[in-house]
């Protein structure tokens, strides 16, 4: 990996890292509706401006059953899930229950595209689901019964995106990244659009809310996927999902230095065991293999 591949990846990390910050920022004053809304509507059309300066012709309608699936899975409901969570659960618990992704990924390729476990992506496993009840049990929680209800949606939003790379892989579509993003985010829009007029604004937004809402969608949304999917196309997929590991590290991060959260020993202890989990869930690193008999 050369040096504008590294400086890259850990660019997108930042940058993903303070999508939780701003979702934080944003979710109590606008709802969850009307923020992903603004976040998918803005970065669609960023992207479309994008395509046009590059003279892209994207056939929006030649895949939209595809575009509607992947809008769903990957944008529309994870993005409104996180939010509802950002209402309750700090930024930097929020980006390590992000990194659980490829563990649910692991877990629905074994049912679903019968993908084999083996002893790696098994002890991943293990691994991460111990590390979420740590950080479960150690965070503190805003007062109240519904809390556990923001636990599971920041559970059930990783758990998204491991469904749309199962469906991704079986898909007999071929489809150009940057026509995936630009097509599933237009999709996304549509599908959000409901929830965002059935929940109005809760409060009158602020410059900085505003400022936040324009980071998420351009930023952390837009030009995000871009350099993604640039990243694929220098170093691989595998490589480029490497960011997995640096997202909590910025999360954690931009969430004690904007927001004052703070970082306990049960969150750096069950993080830790969330990125160890995710790593051998998703062959990052292997477990050695085991001596043949009688040598």
């Known amino acids: 990996m050369d040096i504008a591949s590294i400086f890259r990846l850990i660019a997108l990390a930042a940058i993903w890292g303070g999508s939780f910050l701003f979702l934080r920022i944003g979710a109590p004053v606008f709802g969850p509706g009307v923020l992903i809304e603004l976040r998918v509507g803005l970065?669609?059309?960023?992207?479309?401006?994008?395509?046009?300066?590059?003279?892209?012709?994207?056939?929006?309608?030649?895949?939209?059953?595809?575009?509607?699936?992947?809008?769903?899975?990957?944008?529309?409901?994870?993005?409104?899930?996180?939010?509802?969570?950002?209402?309750?659960?700090?930024?930097?618990?929020?980006?390590?229950?992000?990194?659980?992704?490829?563990?649910?990924?692991?877990?629905?390729?074994?049912?679903?595209?019968?993908?084999?476990?083996?002893?790696?992506?098994?002890?991943?496993?293990?691994?991460?689901?111990?590390?979420?009840?740590?950080?479960?049990?150690?965070?503190?929680?805003?007062?109240?019964?519904?809390?556990?209800?923001?636990?599971?949606?920041?559970?059930?939003?990783?758990?998204?995106?491991?469904?749309?790379?199962?469906?991704?892989?079986?898909?007999?579509?071929?489809?150009?990244?940057?026509?995936?993003?630009?097509?599933s985010m237009w999709a996304a829009a549509i599908l959000v659009l409901p929830v965002a007029l059935w929940q109005p604004i809760r409060h009158s937004p602020a410059g900085a809310d505003w400022?936040?809402?324009?980071?998420?969608?351009?930023?952390?949304?837009?030009?995000?996927?871009?350099?993604?999917?640039?990243?694929?196309?220098?170093?691989?997929?595998?490589r480029a999902l490497s960011v997995t590991f640096l997202i909590p590290v910025f999360g954690v991060l931009w969430g004690a230095l904007f927001l004052g959260e703070t970082i306990g020993w049960s969150k750096l202890f069950g993080g830790a065991l969330v990125l160890c989990g995710t790593a051998l869930a998703n062959g990052m690193i292997r477990l050695p293999r085991p001596a043949p008999a009688g040598s």
């Open 43 to 183: 970065a669609a059309v960023f992207l479309w401006l994008v395509c046009r300066m590059l003279g892209r012709h994207i056939r929006l309608l030649q895949h939209w059953r595809y575009f509607l699936v992947i809008g769903l899975l990957n944008s529309a409901l994870p993005f409104l899930l996180f939010a509802y969570a950002a209402q309750t659960l700090s930024a930097s618990l929020l980006s390590i229950l992000n990194s659980s992704a490829p563990i649910f990924g692991a877990i629905i390729a074994a049912f679903w595209l019968r993908q084999p476990v083996g002893r790696s992506a098994a002890l991943g496993l293990l691994l991460g689901m111990v590390g979420v009840a740590t950080l479960v049990a150690g965070s503190p929680m805003v007062a109240g019964d519904g809390w556990w209800l923001a636990v599971a949606a920041g559970l059930a939003a990783p758990f998204c995106y491991g469904l749309a790379s199962a469906y991704t892989k079986q898909s007999p579509i071929a489809v150009d990244p940057t026509d995936n993003a630009h097509g």
């Open 211 to 238: 400022m936040a809402v324009g980071a998420l969608a351009i930023v952390c949304t837009g030009a995000a996927y871009l350099m993604f999917f640039r990243l694929i196309a220098d170093v691989g997929p595998m």
